[in-house]
């Protein structure tokens, strides 16, 4: 997974001085595994933005163009170039001598150098958006496109990476390190860990107020595998292209921007770690319904491949049949077109054993399911919808027909988790102070209190994986420190004299019996 700094200090103030190395070194001992750090601007060394003040006719050459560039400073440069949608005034990507791009987005990559093309010298390059890793983020509509950037309004000169906002800082978590942990999968999760790490103050995402009376309409009729659905109708809504910022961040964790919609959806996916699904409201008859699925049924879905359901799968319909394949991926029969102008707006909780099942039955993985096997808490629903009901509003890009419907199947309180102090040294084989106990823990969100010398904590409800005293004690030394963990030798105590037990022995024997009696011994291995 790839984590935006930037994205990350909407959530918590950084310190600007922070020693980036000692921040992924604290991230790596006390929450996930950080990779690589990655500072992205050095991808766009010695590229700039470049206007166009003269296009002439290359002498040699009936593709080719020679194009004035302003390159900033006053500097007026030649590059040859056969794009073919340049214009005069037209802001460009140069790149410049010593800049690494690939030949039209293949092969090796190559340094740039002022060279000779067909007889006419040449400085540097006019690129193309593939040329310089931009192709997803500034896809082309025809062969031989030349990235256009008129709309930055940046003087010439600009560095390329300041101008697109590539002025940032990726970390690269090892996903393994986060399997049972599946509050940090978002940015959200993480700032909240430095937050509790350097002790800084976390940013609320705000609750999204609505007077709209909700007689919107959603039926759970299997509990069992998905405990809460959020529903919302929203009408006139724009199928348009999101604000380049959104954009830039999806791009940035690793995804391609589509439109406003679905960039929504995936950017709320990537700040709060819930996946969201939107539906085309006028391909939903009725009301909502999470059910599994009946034997025989078909579902075709966004990626065009028609699935055959059974009844361990867990589908979403409406009163006709499956709108979408629940946790893995929607139905092409619901899906948002550029004549959408009503949607559904869903965020839900499917359990993670059935969602690994279905996604590997069917051998379909998205960022979805990917997340939804590791397990979504149960707050997290709320905490995306807000969040993609704010930036929906924010925009413009809708607004609220009927009302939210939260549906929550058979809510569980979550239980205080009660130890002994002792008991926490005695897994740890060290004294954590009480006043650092009470400071970790509060830091966590789990509001801890000592009494009596019992330690009684509150999980917050994105933290479902606290249950007992191991896991408080996990929690305790992954901040206080594991290399306050002393070196010593086992005691007598904790050595034990080894042997076979009473069921053991009896088993030898009935082996000896049966190879004397001819047979022979066979231990099998299963590939599944």
């Known amino acids: ?13 950084i310190p600007e001085d922070m020693d980036l190395k000692k921040l992924a070194y604290d991230l790596t001992m006390s929450t996930v595994e950080v990779e690589d750090v990655e ?84 400085f540097g390059m006019i690129c193309a958006s593939d040329e310089i890793g931009l192709g997803d983020l500034f896809p082309a509509s ?86 809460r659905y959020i529903g919302v109708e929203m009408t006139g809504v724009a199928v348009k ?42 391909n939903i008859t009725d009301h909502i319904v999470v059910r599994h699925a009946s034997e025989g049924e078909k579902l075709v879905l966004l990626n065009d491949k028609e699935i055959d359901l059974c009844s361990d ?79 929906i509003y924010k925009f413009g890009y809708g607004k609220i027909a009927r009302g939210v419907a939260d549906v929550f199947a058979d809510p569980q309180p979550r239980k205080k988790v009660s130890v002994p102090v002792v008991r926490i040294a005695d897994i740890l084989g060290i004294t954590v102070p009480e006043e650092d106990m009470l400071s970790i823990l509060g830091g966590l969100g789990m509001s801890p209190e000592i009494k009596d ?6 999980p917050p409800l994105f933290r479902d994986d606290i249950e007992n005293a191991n896991d408080i004690a996990e929690e305790l030394i992954r901040m206080y420190g594991y290399d306050h963990i002393e070196d010593k030798l086992i005691g007598g105590k904790e050595q034990t004299l080894g042997g076979k037990s009473e069921e053991q022995k009896v088993e030898d024997v009935l082996k000896d019996i049966c190879v004397g009696a001819g047979y022979s011994e066979t231990l099998t291995y299963s590939f599944t």
């Not at 940046?154 to 101008?163: D, I, M, N, R, Y």
């Not at 954009?247 to 709320?268: C, S």
């Not at 979408?324 to 839900?348: Q, W, Y």
């Open 1 to 13: 997974m790839k984590l935006s700094l930037s994205w990350i200090k909407d959530f918590v103030n």
């Open 241 to 282: 292209p999101s604000p380049y910022r959104m954009q830039n961040r999806i791009w940035k964790a690793g995804m391609r921007p589509i439109n406003a919609l679905v960039d929504i959806t995936n950017y709320v996916m990537l700040a709060t770690g819930n996946p969201t699904h939107a539906f085309d409201a006028d």
């Open 142 to 227: 025809q062969e031989g496109e030349i990235l256009d950037l008129s709309d930055f309004a940046v003087p010439a000169g600009t560095s390329l990476a300041e101008a697109l906002d590539m002025d940032d800082v990726l970390l690269e978590i090892d996903n393994k390190s986060m399997t049972n942990r599946p509050d940090l999968w978002g940015h959200y999760g993480i700032a909240r860990e430095i937050a509790a790490l350097y002790n800084l103050e976390l940013a609320e995402i705000k609750p999204f107020e609505t007077d709209v009376q909700s007689d919107f309409k959603v039926e759970i009729l299997d509990p069992d595998r998905c405990t």
């Open 39 to 122: 500072y992205l601007a050095r991808r766009f060394d010695h590229m700039v933005v470049g206007v166009i003040e003269k296009i002439e006719a290359h002498p040699n050459a009936d593709k080719l163009r020679v194009c004035k560039v302003d390159i900033g400073n006053g500097e007026i440069k030649d590059i040859v170039c056969g794009g073919i949608n340049l214009e005069e005034g037209m802001r460009v990507a140069v790149s410049c001598p010593g800049a690494v791009v690939r030949w039209h987005g293949e092969g090796e990559p190559v340094v740039i150098k002022n060279s000779k093309l067909r007889g006419v010298e040449s």
């Open 313 to 391: 799968d867990l589908v979403i319909t409406d009163s006709e049949g499956p709108v979408a394949l629940a946790g893995v991926m929607g139905g092409a029969n619901s899906c948002i077109d550029g004549d959408t102008k009503d949607i559904v707006f869903e965020s839900a909780k499917f359990m993670r054993d059935n969602i690994r099942r279905t996604s590997r039955k069917l051998n379909l993985r998205s960022d979805s399911s990917f997340r939804y096997e590791r397990g979504i808490d149960t707050d997290s629903q709320r905490l995306g919808l807000m969040r993609a009901l704010t930036l």
């Open 453 to 458: 010398g019992v330690l009684t904590v509150d």
